[in-house]
C-alpha cells in the first residue's frame, strides 16, 4: 500500500471534537455542498441539506455519537461521525475534508482511523455504511477505500427527499466471530 502523505506526517492528529469546533464543521459541510455538489445537486436540495445541520446540530451529534476532527498543524483539516445502526452494522453518517486539502490523503486516513476505531470498541460490528446523495462525485473514493455498491435508498433534509447510494464495506473481523 502506498504511504499516505500525512499518515505518519508530524503535526496530524485525529481528535474528540470539541464544541468550538462546531463552526469549522458547519463551514466546511456548507462549502463542500456549494462549490463541489452543484452538479449533482438542486439548489433546494443544497437550501436543505445545508441548513439541516447548523452549528448548534453539531454539539448536539457529538453528545449522541462519536464524532472525530482532523488537524494538520494544530488547523483543522476534517471531521467524521460514527452511528452505531446495530449490532453488527455502524454508519458514517458525516465525513468531510476541507477544499483546499481534498485529494491528498486525509479522507483515507480517516478511513482507516474508523476501522481501527471501530474494532477497539465496537467488536461485533462487521460491516460499515455510508449513504452518498452525490455519489458521481465521491463513490469514487468509497471504491478506493473498499466500499461496494449495495442499493439506492433515500436521504431526508428538512422534510425533502433526496436519492442516495448506500455502499457497504465488509470488516476485517475480530477474534470474537472465531477469525
Ligand atoms: C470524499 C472525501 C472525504 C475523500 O477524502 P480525500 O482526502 O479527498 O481522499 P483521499 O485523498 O484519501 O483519496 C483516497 C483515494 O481515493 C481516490 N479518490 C478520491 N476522490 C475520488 C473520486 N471522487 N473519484 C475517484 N477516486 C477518488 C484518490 O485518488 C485516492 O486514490 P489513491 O489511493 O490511488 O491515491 C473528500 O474528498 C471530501 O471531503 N469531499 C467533500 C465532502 C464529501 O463528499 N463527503 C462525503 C459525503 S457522503
Known amino acids: 500500500m502506498t504511504q499516505r502523505k500525512y499518515k505518519k506526517a508530524a503535526g ?19 462549502s ?9 445537486l438542486s439548489e433546494r436540495e443544497i437550501t436543505a441539506a445545508v441548513s439541516a ?12 455519537m462519536p464524532f ?17 445502526l446495530d449490532t453488527y452494522t455502524a ?7 476541507t477544499l483546499e486539502n481534498i ?14 476505531w471501530i474494532r477497539e470498541h465496537w467488536p461485533d460490528v462487521n ?13 469514487g473514493f468509497y471504491k478506493k477505500v473498499g466500499f461496494t455498491t449495495d ?11 433526496v436519492k442516495a447510494l448506500r455502499l457497504i464495506k465488509h470488516l476485517r473481523i475480530g477474534t470474537k466471530h472465531g477469525k
Open 127 to 139: 460491516t460499515l455504511t455510508v449513504d452518498t446523495i452525490i455519489p458521481k462525485y465521491n463513490s
Open 53 to 64: 445541520y447548523e452549528p448548534v446540530d453539531y454539539i448536539h451529534m457529538a453528545e449522541r
Open 91 to 97: 454508519e458514517i453518517p458525516l465525513i468531510y475534508i
Open 151 to 161: 442499493k439506492q435508498v433515500f436521504c431526508e433534509f428538512k422534510g425533502l427527499t
Open 12 to 30: 496530524f492528529l485525529i481528535r474528540w471534537f470539541r464544541p468550538d469546533d462546531a463552526e469549522f464543521c458547519y463551514n466546511t459541510r456548507r
Open 103 to 116: 485529494g491528498t490523503g486525509i479522507g483515507s486516513t480517516c478511513i482507516e482511523y474508523i476501522e481501527q
Open 32 to 40: 463542500a455542498y456549494n462549490h463541489e455538489f452543484t452538479d449533482e
Open 68 to 84: 472525530f476532527v482532523a488537524e494538520l498543524h494544530t488547523e483543522c483539516v476534517g471531521f467524521f461521525t460514527l452511528k452505531r
